[in-house]
C-alpha cells in the first residue's frame, strides 16, 4: 500500500442524529476522520456532548449527491457537486441550552 | 459528568449576562425557520441575472445555501470570516487552557474544562461551515498555521492569574457574545445555523465567568484584588475585540449590504460597554474608565476608546503572546502528524482488506 | 489496605490524577477531534473522582470535603496507583496508560456496581459506562498506532513496553476491600491480550513490577503534578472559589 502523505485530506463525514425516539435522523453537520469508527466516535464526542442524541449515524461525504436548487446544473460553476458543499447545520438539535 | 453544577448568583440574577442575548438568538432561529417557510422560489429561472436574484434572495430575507450562485467576493469575504472565527475558537483555548491544571476547586476545574473543549467543538463546528463554500479545512488550517489568516487579536493577551479565566467569561466571552448573535441572522444559511448553536453553547462560559468574578469580588480582600486586576487588564483589549471604528473600518459597507453584518463596529461596542455598568455593579468591581458616565441625550454610556494603535501593534503580530500562541498550535500539529499519518494508513488498510474478501 | 475508606480513596486518587494527565493534553492532541475526546475522558474521570473523593471523606469522618482531599495532601498521602501518574509522554505512551487503566476500571467498576455498599454500587454503575467508552476509544487507538505505520507501530510497542509493569500494582490482593482488585486480572488479561494480538503488538514479559502507590510511595512525578494541581488553592487557605 502506499504511504499517505501529511497533505492528503481525511475524509469528510457527514452526521445525522436521531435526538429523541419518535424522531427521524437529522443533519446536524460534518467532521473528519480517517475510518467510519472513528467518525462515529468523534460524532458522539462533538456533536453530542449535552446528550442530544439517541442514536447517529456518519456518512461519507462522497456518498452523497445533492442536487441542483433548480435542477438547472449550468447555472452552478464547476465545483457544483464537490462533497465539501454539501450543507451543514440543517437543524440545530433541541435542547443545547441545557448542559 | 460536565459540571454542570453552579447557578448564577441569586442577587444578579437579573443582571446576569446573556439573558436578553440568548432571546435574540432564538429569535434569530425562529426568523430562520419562518423564511424557510415562507420560501417561495427554488432556484433562479431559466433567463434571470443570477446576481439580480442573489440580491432578491438576500433582500427578502432568506438565506443562501452552499450550491446557490454567489458573489464570488461574497464567497471569499465569508470564507475569510468564518475561517478566522473558527481559527480564533482554536487559538482562543490556548489563554483559558493555562488555568485548567491549577483551577482552585475540583468544581472550577471541571466547569473550565468542558468550556475550552466546547471551544474546540465550536471552532470544528466552524470550519464546517466555511467547508460548504468550497474550501477544505486542511487548507484553512494550512493558512492560520502559515501566519495568512488571524485570529482575534485578544488572545495574544496573557492569562496571568485565576481571576483572567473569570475576566474572559465575562468581557471576552460577553463582546464575543454581543458580536455573534446578529451573525445568527447572517444571510449564508450554514453560518447563521452554526452560530445559532455556537450562542447557545456560549451563554453558559460567559455565566461561568461572572460567576468566577462575583465569587472572588465578594470573598477574601486578596481575591477581590486579583479579580479588580484582571479587569483591569482585559476591559480595554475587550472593547478593541469590536475593531477599528467605524471611520477606519475596510469591510463594514459591503458586508452589510450583503446581510453578513447586521450592525457597525462602533454600535455593538457601544452595546457591550452598555451592559456591562451595570453587571460590574453587581459585581462590586470598576471599569477602569475615569471618563465613564450615562449621556442622558444619547441614552448611552461615554465610554473611552481603546487604544486602537495597540490593536494594530496585536494585529501585525506584536502582542504580548501572538508569537507562543502560533508556536503552540505548530508544535500541537507538527507532534501530532505521525499520529494522522498512522490512522490513514490504517483504514486505507482496511479498505484494502475489505476489497480483497469482496472480490 | 484495609477498609472501605482506603479502598475508595484509592479509587478516588486514580480517578483524579488520571482526570490532571490528561487534561494536560487540551490544545495538544494530535487532531481536533481528539482534543475534544480526551477532554470527554478527562471530564468523566474528574466527576467519578469528586464522587469517590467525597465519599471517602464521608466515610473517614473527619470533615474533609473533596477538595479538601484533593488540594490539602501532599503525595505521601495519596493513594492512587503509579500507572496514572507517569508522564503523558507521547500519543502512544498516553493510549497505553488510557487503555491498561480503562481494561482496569472496567471490570472493578462493574463489580463495584454489585457490591452491598450502595453508594459506592451506584457510583460503580455510573463510571462503569464511562469506563466502557474509555476501553474503547484507548483500543482504537492501540490497533491504530499498532497496526498503523512502521513508525506508529514502533512507538506503540515501546509505550506498551514502557507502561505494562506498571500494571501489576493494580492487581495486588486486598481480600478486605469491598472488590478485590486480584480478582479482576483475568478479564484484564483477556482484554488486553486480544487487543494486542490485534494491533500486532507484543504483550511484555518481565518481572519488574513496580508498586507502592496504595502506601503512598509514589515516582518522582507525582508531587510535581500537585505542585501546579494545589498551588492556587493552598495560596489562599479557607477561601472559597
Redesign the interface.
Known sequence: MS?PTSREQ?PLWEVFVRARRGLSHTHVGS????DA??AL??AR??YT?RQEGVSIWVVPAGAITASSPDEKDAFFDPAADKVYRHPTFYEVPDGVAHL | ???NDFSAPADAADDTPGGGLLGEVEAAEAELRAAAARERRGGPAPDEDLAAYFDDVVGAEQKIEPRDWMPEAYRRTLIRQIAQHAHSE?IG??PE?NW???????????IL??K??DE??H??YLYAAAETLGISRDELVQLLLDGRQKYSSIFNYPTLG?ADVGAIGWLVDGAAIVNQVPLCRCSYGPYARAMIRVCKEESFHQRQGYE?LH??AH??P??KAMAQDAVDRWWYPSLAMFGPPDGDSTHSAQSMAWKIKRFSNDDLRQRFVDMCVGQAEVLGLRIPDEDLRWNEERQAYDYTQPDYDELMRVISGNGPCNRERMA?RR??HA?????????A??AA?RTEQKEKVAA | MNGPFDFTLGLGDDA?VAA?RL??W????????????L??I???Q?????LL?TYAGELEGAGRD??AL??LRDDREFRNALLVELPNG??AVTMAKLFFLAAYQLPLYSALAGCADERLAAIGAKARK?SAYHL??GA?WV???G???E??HR?MQSAVDEVWPYTHELFAADPAAPVDPATLRPAFDDTVGSVLAEATLTKPEGPWAPAGGRTGVHTEHLSYLLA??Q???RA?PG???
Open positions: 504511504e481525511t467532521l473528519h476522520a480517517p469508527e472513528l466516535r468523534n464526542d462533538l456532548r | 459528568m460536565y459540571g482554536i483555548m490556548q487552557g485548567i491544571s491549577r483551577a482552585p476547586s475540583l468544581k472550577r476545574k471541571a474544562l468542558a475550552v473543549q474546540a467543538g471552532g470544528l485565576w468566577i465569587t472572588l470573598g477574601t486578596a481575591q503552540h508544535a500541537a507532534d501530532g502528524a505521525w499520529v494522522r499519518e498512522a490512522a494508513a490504517y488498510k | 483524579l490532571q487534561a494536560e487540551t490544545t495538544r492532541a494530535p487532531e481536533m477531534e481528539e482534543d475534544i475526546a477532554a470527554n478527562a471530564l468523566d474528574l466527576g467519578a473522582a469528586r473523593l473533596e477538595d484533593a488540594y507521547d500519543f464511562e474503547d476509544h482504537l490497533k491504530r498506532l497496526d498503523g505505520t513508525e506508529s512507538r501546579e494541581m498551588v492556587l488553592h489562599h477561601a472559597r472559589w
